[in-house]
């Protein structure tokens, strides 16, 4: 690869990396917490939602995760 070549080369790697910083990820699963911040309800309610099957979540390790999915569901159910 010549000097030119290269030296374009090492722009457009420098654009992909910039652009790649401005992508916002989305986050699938949220932890207890964060969930109840989202939603506004409490840790017992949340509880007992989990427990009902209205909210889905994941154990991975000693992390509780809740997916942002079930709580969106949740709200638009519950929607007046």
Known sequence: MDRKALSRQMRLDEQRSKAAQDEVILPITVRIPAAIRMT????????????????????????????????????ERNRR
């Open 40 to 75: 506004g309800i409490g840790r017992s309610k949340l509880y007992q939602l989990i427990a009902r099957g209205e909210i889905d979540m994941a154990k991975i390790g000693t992390a509780t995760l809740i997916t942002v999915e079930s709580l969106q569901r949740l709200v």
